[in-house]
């Protein structure tokens, strides 16, 4: 047994020279062997041994013994090839963390699933220690921003609370998250564009994001080739709001009976068809039958959802100008108005058909970094909260 827990201590140049333990702790030494010489990180020549110090380390959990030391030479070597002096340490151990990259690999790991307080229930680190452990692993071996060959992007902001508005970055085709910042609107933007070279830049085809204008003055001056999508579902969204302000108008305006009755119905004018219950069907039907406008939306909402269906730009072009035609005859003045915005947004709707992107990858990483917010228990850092999100877009 003791020959078989000596393969995970030794490594090249260091030998096992002992082993205790009481239960709960653990201590292994390691010494240098004399029959090898350090070799250079540079040249990989060996180099002339300058000094030994005796230094200490924590390691993984061996068993039953939760804390475990490492106690080594680490051997200072000279090289004269390149005039520089190296420390050697065994198990890839880093000097400013007094830690093994084993055990510093293995705690970031875990805080990637829990809580920082429970990953030091897991192993024997302080809570302090696992944050740096954790920041220097993604640092140091998460890969930086894949910005060659980028097609498409996906832009969005998210409110932290009382940090504020971030604005977010994805590659619009495979999710990777490539630039997270401080605010939102143009000024968030420039330091992602000022990194991309014109080759770069050159490749981009399309940018999705929504009708509100606070990055499309951004993408039209950086990207002026690529085509502004904007999206499908704060647009089916917008019209989503419309109808709630038409029932809110037609609220207002009834008696007691119904008020009451309205009050009840939102949902079910904004639920998809063939997402209504029997009773929520039955009571749909009741209410449009009683009230022109809401019918009118509501017809209207399905109608509109269909300029999403069509792969061919003409026939899309031709379902949006109907719709936009019937809106503006519909004599709901909430909804001649949103149909008034689309008639500038035209061009950017039906961009779609040739780009087919969405900001359902985007929406779907925001429910990512509400979750990864919740479990650091608010937002201390933002250069590490994009360690931590650049790592989820890269597993999923």
């Known amino acids: 047994m003791r020959n078989q827990l000596r393969v995970l201590y030794e490594s090249e140049g260091y030998r096992v020279q002992s082993m205790s ?6 201590q292994v030494s390691l010494l240098w062997d004399q029959r090898f010489r ?4 540079c040249c990989q020549r060996p180099m002339r041994i300058n000094r030994k110090t005796l230094q200490s380390a924590l390691d993984l959990p061996l068993g039953p013994a939760g804390f475990v030391g490492v106690l080594y030479e680490a051997v200072q070597g000279y090289c004269r090839h390149c005039a520089r002096y190296e420390t050697v340490r065994p198990l890839g151990i880093v000097e400013q963390h007094m830690a093994t990259l084993r055990l510093m690999r293995q705690v970031s790991l875990l805080c990637r699933w829990l809580p920082v307080q429970r990953v030091c229930e897991v192993v024997a680190v302080t809570p302090a220690s696992a944050y740096r452990y954790d920041r220097y692993i993604l640092q140091n071996e998460l890969p930086a921003p894949r910005l060659d060959g980028l097609e498409a992007l996906l832009i969005d902001e998210k409110h932290l609370g009382k940090a504020g508005f971030i604005t977010l970055v994805l590659n619009a085709r495979s999710g990777e998250l490539l630039w997270l910042s401080q605010g939102r609107g143009k000024d968030a933007l420039e330091g992602f564009f ?6 770069q830049k050159a490749s981009i085809a399309a940018v999705g994001i929504d009708r509100s204008g606070a990055y499309r003055a951004a993408v039209e001056a950086h990207l002026p080739a690529a085509d502004i ?6 647009l089916i969204s917008n019209l989503g709001e419309v109808i709630d302000k ?9 008696d007691a009976q119904g008020r009451t009755f309205l009050k009840g119905q939102r949902y079910n004018l904004l639920r998809n068809p063939e997402n209504l219950s029997d009773e929520g069907r039955r009571q749909l039907d009741t209410l449009l039958s009683a009230n022109r406008d809401l019918h009118v939306v509501y017809l209207l909402k399905d109608a509109f959802r269909q300029v999403w269906t069509y792969t ?7 379902r949006l100008c109907g719709w936009i035609a019937m ?8 909804l001649k108005r949103f149909a008034s915005g689309l008639v500038e947004a035209r061009e950017q709707i039906l961009n779609f058909c040739q780009h087919r992107i969405t900001s359902a990858r985007i929406e779907a990483f925001n429910t990512i970094v509400s979750r990864v917010i919740h479990k650091a228990c608010g937002v201390a850092n933002l250069d590490f909260l994009f360690l931590k999100l650049r790592q989820e877009s890269l597993q999923r």
Do not use: M, N
């Open 21 to 26: 333990s009481d239960g709960e702790r653990a």
């Open 38 to 41: 350090p070799r250079c990180g």
């Open 194 to 199: 000022a990194q991309l070279s014109a080759p």
């Open 229 to 234: 999508v904007f999206d499908k579902f704060h």
């Open 246 to 254: 038409v029932r809110r108008r037609t609220q207002a305006q009834a």
């Open 312 to 318: 061919y730009r003409k026939c899309a072009d031709k």
């Open 327 to 334: 809106a503006l005859e519909s004599g709901v003045a909430e």
